[in-house]
């Protein structure tokens, strides 16, 4: 299994963009990168996915280099309803026993 | 559609009880996993349930089990609680898992166990 690794905690200001990078070295070939949200005592929320190169959503865009050893987040113009805490998640669906760590906390400030 | 529903959303135990939690999947899902959180070790994958049979374990002692009924809904049971069983204990569910991507999981609101 894919470990992962992402920085424990991150703070930035409202209104300005923010990039939450994972690191998964030993990513395997079906692997995909799936990243969640979580607000306190609220179950995690599905954010965006992808397998390689670039990913956009409504909510944020996901950035894959071609070694697809990491992964980075990217959060345009933040608000308060941003801080939460981030998850990155590496695995397919037949082998995914689904590892989110402790993610990393964002907190926005005014 | 409903989201996934778990209860109930509070449980205050003692050491060496049991406990047996509930979780209704989104209508159509068929894949049920469980997780543990507490502060220390953050969300932990306990176990997932396809089609009433376990698919995938995570690491953790046999006092925590679980089953899925024909109709998807699932039930998480501890054993003999010990004091570090207290956490959040959320469940979610997907569409089925089969494909290549994972499937989005869709959480509940979690129950709180508290074991004294």
């Known amino acids: 299994l894919a470990k992962t690794t992402q920085p424990i905690s991150m703070d930035s200001y409202e209104g300005q963009e923010v990039n939450i990078t994972c690191s998964h070295n030993n990513i395997a070939t079906n692997d995909y990168i799936t990243w969640y949200q979580q607000f306190p005592s609220q179950g995690p929320r599905f954010i965006i996915q992808g397998y390689k190169t670039k990913v956009t959503n409504e909510v944020a865009s996901l950035f894959i280099p071609a070694d697809r050893k990491s992964s980075t987040l990217s959060l345009p113009r933040v608000s308060l309803s941003d801080t939460a805490v981030y998850y990155c998640?590496?695995?397919?669906?037949?082998?995914?026993?689904?590892?989110f760590g402790r993610g990393t906390s964002l907190i926005v400030h005014p | 559609k409903a989201g996934v529903t778990q209860t109930p959303r509070y449980l205050i135990k003692t050491r060496g009880q049991q406990v047996t939690l509930s979780c209704s999947p989104i209508s159509g899902h068929r894949s049920v996993s469980w997780y543990q959180q507490t502060p220390g070790q953050g969300l932990q994958f306990l176990f997932e349930?396809?089609?009433?049979?376990?698919?995938n374990k995570g690491n953790f002692p046999g006092r925590f089990s679980g089953r899925q009924f024909s109709n998807s809904r699932s039930e998480m049971n501890v054993s003999t609680l010990e004091l570090g069983d207290s956490a959040l204990y959320l469940c979610?569910?997907?569409?089925?898992?089969?494909?290549?991507?994972?499937?989005?999981?869709?959480f509940g609101p979690g129950t709180r166990l508290t074991v004294l």
């Open positions: 349930y396809f089609s009433e049979t376990q698919r």
């Open positions: 998640l590496v695995g397919s669906a037949r082998s995914y026993i689904p590892t």
């Open positions: 979610a569910s997907s569409l089925s898992g089969i494909g290549g991507a994972p499937d989005t999981q869709y």
